[in-house]
């Protein structure tokens, strides 16, 4: 079809019991072998429980927020996509985005949508999660969303898409999720990822490690790659803990910065060798967990 003329005109008919199309164009005739309608998926029939609508900025935030942190290691497959699910907090009936790689954590929750309660968690892939971004580009109105334990449909107005789920059990994400985090570092956030992405141009690629130096209300970000050489830049920052120095995967700091909706952003650590948690502000309902590196 690409390499037909511009404004050409096609025909196409089917011839059943030979199995075969015929598309003709102008002077252009071609008999295509076929497959029988039987052997094609029935991937969209099913007994969807739940049904639930989304504003498309809603859904749109829920993916947009978490996507980066999919593992693209296919041996976790079940990390392979966005855990969705819903919880109640502190009273509140919320439904919750979850992705992670093992290394870094995003987790986003909204208000539950009415028909959503007691939905099964859910895991949906990667690949459907790049078709719902697009789709919601075009979206008018409500997106309708239908799920059952191992599908999920979505309605963006005369589009439909479904989607199998992945067959898995996510992990107990809140087991890694750090609560007694008691230092804090705010810092101005377009400043601190512009400092990052300097000081990582010599880092190697494959570990891609910056050191934190936290000390009074300074921090000082470095980097030392025996075959390129070191990069230190200080800034300004507020952090109420005694000093303290952690190694973090640049790019992931990256990511995550990138994420949050403030001009600040607010650091929870503990120690060099614990989780840290990454916030807009206390009580935001995005929040992040990223795993340290030695440095």
Do not use: C, W
Request: glycine residues 8%; proline residues 6%; without cysteine.
């Amino acid at each position: 079809m690409r390499k037909l003329p511009e404004g050409a005109q096609v025909s196409l008919e089917a011839t059943g019991d030979a199995g075969q199309l015929t598309l003709r164009s102008g002077r252009s005739r071609f008999n295509l072998s076929s497959l029988p309608e039987s052997d094609f998926p029935d991937v969209t029939s099913g007994d969807f429980s739940h049904k639930f609508t989304l504003p498309p900025a809603d859904l749109k935030r829920l993916i947009e927020k978490t996507q980066f942190a999919i593992s693209s290691e296919e041996t976790r497959y079940y990390l392979n996509g966005i855990y969705l699910h819903t919880l109640d907090v502190e009273g509140r009936p919320m439904l919750r985005a979850v992705a992670t790689d093992g290394h870094r954590l995003a987790r986003l929750e909204l208000p539950a949508p009415e028909g959503s309660a007691g939905m099964p968690g859910i895991i949906l892939p990667r690949k459907a999660v790049t078709e719902v971004m697009r789709l919601i580009e075009d979206a008018q109105g409500e997106v309708s969303v239908e799920l059952s334990i191992n599908k999920m449909r979505f309605t963006f107005g005369d589009a439909l898409l479904t989607t199998k789920l992945i067959d898995g059990t996510f992990p107990d994400y809140g087991r890694v999720i750090p609560s007694g985090n008691d230092k804090r570092l705010t810092v101005e956030r377009d400043v601190f990822a512009k400092a990052v992405d300097r000081v990582s141009t010599i880092s190697s690629e494959r570990g891609r490690a910056v050191k934190l130096s936290l000390s009074d209300s300074k921090l000082v970000l470095s980097v030392t790659n025996p075959d390129q050489g070191s990069a230190v830049e200080e800034l300004e920052a507020d952090y109420d803990g005694p000093p303290l120095d952690i190694g973090f995967n640049a790019r992931y700091l990256l990511d995550i910065t990138q994420q949050l909706d403030s001009d600040t952003a607010l650091f929870k650590l503990a120690d060099p060798g614990s989780p840290t948690l990454v916030q807009d502000r206390d009580g935001a309902t995005a929040l992040y967990v990223l795993m340290p590196m030695r440095v």
